[in-house]
């Protein structure tokens, strides 16, 4: 089991160019989500996706897009790069089901983007 | 609204010192409570949790929190660090907003441990 994978672990992009961060999970999770982190203010969610087919916004998601593809794939796009994106983007996983186990996450490696 | 506020954020500490780091939140429903630690250069990882039961939970590498009901704390505690304990810890509390479950995180503790 790989867990949760994320590509590319590190970018360097200028400003208003575009990318996507991929990210894939071999645990049979149903939600996914991206954060973003930054120093001082831990972990803010970007988007989210309950499962396959749908996807919600969550705290910060102007400027990103996301496509949840299937099961195991859920990939943020930055369709133009700002310096304010730059920023150290994670992936995680839940199951879903009854009990307190859905709010436990699996976090990926993470992606470090610098917007020049 | 839902939040998670860690007291510290930045601790130094020498070897075989005493740790504790302060968690409150403020949630309204039935809380689900972790700890989460990120060593350098990593991805976060679940040092522990809490979602019923015992107040007092035990995690991995010696660490324990302490979840009080009455103070809407979970402080996360162990008795004699190590070096290799140098990291960054999130407290995270379960939410529950727009149809989807979520955590709400802390901004974080940066740990630094002396040798």
């Known amino acids: 089991n790989a867990g949760v994978t994320q590509t590319p672990k590190f970018q360097v992009l200028k400003t208003g160019q575009s990318m996507t961060l991929q990210c894939a999970q071999d645990m049979n999770h149903n939600s996914m989500y991206w954060y973003r982190q930054d120093p001082g203010m831990g972990l803010r969610l970007i988007y989210y996706?309950?499962?396959?087919?749908?996807?919600d916004k969550g705290e910060v998601p102007n400027g990103y897009n996301v496509s949840r593809l299937n099961k195991r794939e859920f990939s943020l796009r930055l369709e133009s790069a700002a310096p304010s994106q730059t920023s150290v983007y994670f992936c995680?996983?839940?199951?879903?089901?009854?009990?307190?186990?859905?709010?436990?996450?699996?976090f990926g490696p993470g992606t470090r983007l610098t917007v020049t | 609204a839902q939040s998670v506020s860690q007291h510290n954020h930045h601790v130094i500490l020498s070897e075989a010192a005493s740790l504790e780091l302060g968690c409150n939140y403020s949630?309204?429903?039935?809380?689900?409570l972790f700890w989460y630690v990120q060593y350098p250069g990593q991805h976060l990882q679940l040092l522990l949790k809490?979602?019923?039961?015992?107040?007092l939970v035990k995690g991995i590498k010696g660490f324990e929190a302490e979840f009080i009901k009455s103070k809407f704390s979970f402080n996360l505690r162990k008795p004699s660090v190590q070096w290799s304990d140098t990291a960054e810890y999130f407290c995270?509390?379960?939410?529950?907003?727009?149809?989807?479950?979520?955590?709400?995180f802390g901004a974080g503790t940066r740990l630094a441990v002396h040798p």
């Open positions: 949630y309204g429903g039935t809380v689900n």
């Open positions: 995680a996983s839940s199951a879903v089901g009854g009990g307190a186990a859905k709010y436990e996450q699996y």
């Open positions: 995270a509390v379960n939410g529950r907003t727009g149809g989807y479950n979520k955590l709400i």
């Open positions: 809490y979602f019923s039961g015992d107040p």
């Open positions: 996706s309950a499962s396959e087919g749908t996807t």
